[in-house]
Nanobody, 124 residues
Framework: QVQLVESGGGLVQAGGSLRLSCAAS????????MGWFRQAPGKVRESIAV????????YYADSVKGRFTISRDNAKNTVYLQMNSLKPEDSAVYYC?????????????????WGQGTQVTVSS
């Protein structure tokens, strides 16, 4: 069984930064891609950043490209999301998830383990 625990969310002013972390249990972390998703109230959950098993390939949604950076440390079983230049529309619950594959899928059906989510609120 794999457990994912997110941390680092909180309240920040527009233009500020936050760094989310997602710690994973289990020995197979380095084999799979990892993704960050977010869900704002009344909206569907969306994929915003994905990183391949070795960190070489990444994907970013247009809404966060150039502001967010996904990275991973396989030695620490942790994936990160550095969020800069935050906007009020970035406010959401952020989830990390482990993919079933090693490359960079975007569809939720490609992910089999999910964290509990961490709230990010950006004030204007």
């Amino acid at each position: 069984q794999v457990q994912l625990v997110e941390s680092g969310g909180g309240l920040v002013q527009a233009g500020g930064s936050l760094r989310l972390s997602c710690a994973a249990s289990g020995r197979t972390f380095s084999t799979y891609a990892m993704g960050w998703f977010r869900q704002a109230p009344g909206k569907v959950r969306e994929s915003i950043a994905v990183i391949s098993w070795n960190g070489v390939s990444t994907y970013y949604a247009d809404s966060v490209k150039g502001r967010f950076t996904i990275s991973r440390d396989n030695a620490k079983n942790t994936v990160y999301l550095q969020m800069n230049s935050l906007k009020p529309e970035d406010s959401a619950v952020y989830y990390c998830a482990r993919a079933r594959v090693s490359y960079v899928p975007r569809a939720e059906r490609e992910y089999d383990y999910w964290g509990q989510g961490t709230q990010v609120t950006v004030s204007s």
